[in-house]
């Protein structure tokens, strides 16, 4: 028996010894903790609870998906994607290193039966596009063997695709060339990715008009190439924006923070020099100079910064920076913030010995959003206002630095100040640390924690309500970036034989239900999820 036909029914929702799930209104990972553990699940339940019908676990129920009711305006149009691997190929290598392994077994990605079953469970949760991923492994030769093995197994899913009534779209994550677009060996991807929309013009996901084609930059601190083709939506894409900014706009494959991502209007590039405070209104010393800020995946580099922070180590001066009034146009304000409020123990709106960023009526003086520094004088942050309710509205841009706590501990500071839309939103279910992809074994690394991290990552996609919500991933199933059962991505089912919470060896549907239930939920307007947590997985 072939393991794509081994019988995979459901277990009963509330197993023997009573119920297994508790509620969590979305609110950060910790809150999984007020969950009561379950004790004694036998190997027979640790395919995981599972909603009715879903396909390969009730051999009646064929029908992919069901009909659900769509909340209208933002969420309506939203497209909610996964990543996707077809490298699971003889000259590839892959199945190596896998965290656990899929109720499929080993598969390949030439795999018919594969392919369907894995569009039926796609569909089934509610996912509208798949991100085929051609950025791993390609390195600078678009004619190696790898590349072709990665495009067989993509060839192989579109032309299953293009016999099924229900699946996702696709688009395409593209490799650069050595940290390079419009190079030969690029070119040459783009050519082997228009043959492709072409022979299937249906299958393809499109934005503004045209096929939507991603490509991957990297995590790093550099504008994105200056690269176009009209045949596509072109969006760059980069990782961990909280630790290296991602600047221009760039989507992300991955963030430890689920930040709104889009096109960006400029509202301050600082620049040097005599001009360099942009027409912005000083109040004390301020001045735009290079911060040494690290370590950036344990690289220290230089970022632009405008602040009044003392050169010598000095007295901490006092002062408030105020940009020229500006109309907001997009839905999200974003800056890179950097530095410390010694005295954020005290509550707005007493600036008192406080540093702050605040966004306030260019006519009234009233704040209507703030913030504190990061906390790190050594690191630059993202922090994201949604303005959506302010649109039209005429604002200034504040830097309060009121705290004159010495030894370089006093000061804050801004590198941009940029609006943007809420194009798109990153979404993954365990989080790597600050020292690169596969870190999870540091402190700032977080784990699935049952489907907690997952959640909180989901609460960004009810905030932005953006265009595009990108899941990473469906099955990459190799290190560095899949660490552990318990630190990792992959949400494809897998076989499980040890449901011991984090030490289990797999965590069989339970996070495909996850995905059905945070999509469902947004789909049919909640302000925020309210799931079941089930402690026994990982």
């Not at 034989?497 to 495909?512: F, I, V």
Request: one cysteine or more; proline letters at 7%; hydrophobic letters at 35%.
């Amino acid at each position: 028996m072939s393991t794509h036909d081994a019988p995979m029914s459901p277990p009963s929702r509330t197993p023997a010894g009573g119920p297994s799930r508790r509620g969590l209104l979305a609110g950060g990972g910790a809150a999984a903790l007020a969950a009561a553990a379950v004790a004694g699940a036998s190997p027979a339940q640790a395919a995981g609870p599972a909603a009715p019908g879903a396909p390969g676990r009730d051999r009646t129920a064929r029908t992919a998906a069901r009909t659900r009711d769509r909340a209208a305006g933002a969420r309506k149009r939203t497209k909610i994607g996964m990543g996707y691997q077809t490298w699971f190929m003889p000259g590839v290598g892959q199945w190596q290193t896998p965290e656990a392994k899929p109720l499929l077994g080993h598969y390949s990605s030439l795999d018919e039966k594969v392919i369907k079953r894995h569009a039926e469970w796609l569909t089934w949760a509610g996912i509208d596009y798949l991100l085929l991923d051609w950025s791993n492994n390609l390195g600078g030769n678009w004619t190696n063997d790898t590349a072709a093995q990665i495009i067989k197994g993509t060839d192989a899913l579109l032309s299953v695709y293009a016999k099924l009534k229900k699946r996702p779209q696709l688009t395409l994550l593209l490799g650069m060339d050595d940290g390079k677009a419009g190079t030969e060996h690029f070119l040459a991807q783009i050519e082997e990715v228009k043959k492709r929309i072409a022979k299937y013009p249906d299958l393809w996901l499109k934005h503004e008009g045209k096929p939507l084609l991603n490509v991957f930059t990297g995590a790093n601190l550099k504008m994105p190439p200056d690269w176009n083709d009209d045949y596509f939506t072109l969006r760059w894409q980069g990782a961990f924006r909280e630790i290296v900014l991602n600047p221009g706009g760039q989507w992300s494959w991955k963030d430890r923070v689920p930040f709104a991502n889009g096109p960006e209007k400029v509202v301050a590039d600082f620049r040097f020099g005599d001009a360099g405070l942009d027409g912005w209104k000083a109040q004390g010393p301020w001045r735009v100079d290079k911060v040494p800020t690290g370590p950036s995946f344990d690289n220290q580099v230089e970022v632009r910064c405008v602040s009044i922070r003392p050169t010598d180590g000095g007295q901490q001066a006092k002062g408030r920076l105020t940009s020229p009034p500006f109309r907001i146009t997009e839905p999200v304000l974003s800056f890179n913030a950097i530095g410390t409020d010694m005295a954020a123990y005290d509550k707005l709106p007493s600036l008192d010995g406080r540093n702050a960023f605040l966004l306030s009526d260019a006519k009234t003086g009233e704040v209507l959003r703030h913030a504190s520094p990061p906390g790190e004088p050594g690191g630059f942050h993202v922090r994201q206002w949604n303005v959506r309710e302010l649109l039209g509205r005429e604002v200034v841009f504040e830097i309060v630095n009121n705290n004159d706590f010495p030894a370089n501990l006093g000061w804050c500071g801004v590198d941009r100040v940029f609006q943007q839309s809420a194009e798109q939103v990153a979404v993954v279910p365990a989080s790597a640390g600050n020292h690169g992809p596969g870190s999870y074994d540091t402190w700032d690394a977080d784990s699935r924690e049952h489907g907690a991290t997952y959640v909180s990552q989901f609460t960004g996609v009810f905030d932005w309500e953006p265009e595009f919500v990108q899941i990473c991933a469906w099955n990459e199933f190799g290190a560095p970036d899949q660490f552990s059962t318990a630190a990792s991505n992959d949400i494809e089912p897998t076989v499980v034989t040890r449901l011991k919470g984090k030490n289990s060896d797999g965590w069989g549907y339970y996070y495909l239900d996850l995905t059905r239930d945070l999509i469902d939920q947004y789909r049919a307007g909640a302000e925020f999820p309210n799931v079941k947590l089930d402690l026994r997985y990982p």
